[in-house]
């Protein structure tokens, strides 16, 4: 059994959940003016939504929060904070996840207090429901077990983190080799992400300082914490 409970997300099958997500959405009878993408994970679902639903209006708004793949996450707050005007448009805010809703809660407050806009509602593929402070107004999948979801837009980003955190776990082991890595990796998280993933993990995490790459080797040289 892998430690963390992960699911390994196709292209595709992005493209059908926005198309998903659009007919929701359309047969609700109710038209977005205008998509605002929370950055970044918010990006290619909306750009697909546009393209299935002929909206033309489409912005961005940034939120961050500390923490990293499949940790919890505090703290969520508007990364470059501008003012706009929304007046009485119809907003769509878009997420490719509802975790626990905080991105999502601070993107809505923010627009409703600083955009002016005529309505707002929220979007995602996937809705965590057991941990979600809210309720998306439209989502794909309800998800009652909690899991990651290792999107292709985050493949390497995710890969370095769990790749950071199980040279982290196993504290007295100083030198892996790559395939002991990549085996763990595959035991921990229940996934395969392939190369080039890999390999780019390992040098991202050469350039953060955290591991030496030698040959095949490679040694742990700095830990978080
Ligand atoms: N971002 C926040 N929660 C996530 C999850 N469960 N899967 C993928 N990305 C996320």
């Not at 196993?170 to 395969?192: Q, R």
Request: glycine content about 6%; overall charge negative.
């Amino acid at each position: 059994m892998p430690k963390v409970k992960c699911k390994l997300v196709a292209w595709e099958e992005v493209v059908n959940w926005a198309y998903q997500l659009s007919q929701k959405i359309l047969e609700s009878g109710w038209h977005p003016d205008i998509i605002v993408a929370i950055a970044r994970g918010g990006f290619v679902p909306a750009r697909l939504l546009c393209d299935f639903m002929d909206i033309h209006e489409l912005l961005s708004i940034q939120i961050v929060h500390w923490g990293r793949a499949a940790e919890i996450t505090t703290e969520a707050h508007v990364k470059y904070p501008y003012q706009l005007d929304l007046s009485g448009k119809k907003v769509l805010i878009v997420d490719d996840i509802c975790d626990t809703g905080d991105s999502l809660i601070v993107a809505k407050k923010y627009v409703e207090e600083n955009w002016k806009p005529g309505e707002v509602k929220l979007a995602t593929l996937q809705w965590i429901s057991p941990v979600a402070k809210i309720t998306p107004d439209y989502y794909v999948d309800e998800v009652k077990d909690w899991t990651w979801y290792q999107y292709p837009w985050t493949r390497l980003e995710d890969t370095a983190n769990f790749i950071e955190k199980i040279v982290d776990e196993n504290k007295d082991k100083k030198e892996w080799t790559k395939s002991e890595l990549v085996e763990k990796f595959k035991e921990d998280y229940g996934i395969d992400v392939g190369e080039p993933y890999y390999t780019l993990a390992f040098r991202l995490l050469e350039a953060y300082g955290r591991i030496k790459l030698q040959g095949d080797k490679i040694v742990v040289t700095g830990r978080k914490g």
